[in-house]
């Protein structure tokens, strides 16, 4: 259950990054509410993941979710490049992330 726990962390963490995008530096309030929320969201989550999991495993898988799904979410919604070194890059975190989750 931890790690699922910790996989939502990561999805709000994108979430939130998302959001930064959308707040227009938080001068619009509704978006600066929803990122806020995010923000809050993803480190209570984390708070609850790490009561079981290790604290640098969890960190860095959270951090690694978020990045990779803002990568990707960024590619999508945004139109950024999309250069083979970025999905190389991507693809090292995913492996990392692997063999973080393997090694607990």
């Known amino acids: 259950m931890s790690w699922l726990i910790l996989f939502l962390a ?4 994108v979430g ?3 959001g930064l995008k959308y707040t227009d530096g938080f ?4 978006p600066t509410l929803l990122t806020v929320a ?6 209570g989550l984390l708070g609850l993941a790490v009561r079981e ?4 495993t969890a960190y ?3 951090t690694g979710v978020g990045a990779v799904g ?10 950024e490049s ?23």
Do not use: D, N, Q, Y
Not at 10 to 13: A, D, N, P, S
Not at 38 to 43: E, F, K, Y
């Open 16 to 18: 939130w990054a998302i």
């Open 10 to 13: 990561g999805l709000f963490e």
């Open 82 to 104: 999309m250069a083979p070194m970025r999905i190389v890059s991507v693809l090292l975190i995913v492996l990392g992330l692997a063999g973080l989750k393997a090694s607990t």
């Open 38 to 43: 995010a923000m809050a969201a993803s480190l």
């Open 70 to 79: 803002t990568v990707i979410a960024g590619i999508i919604l945004f139109g």
């Open 27 to 30: 001068t619009r309030p509704l």
């Open 60 to 62: 860095a898988i959270w």
């Open 53 to 56: 999991l290790p604290l640098g």
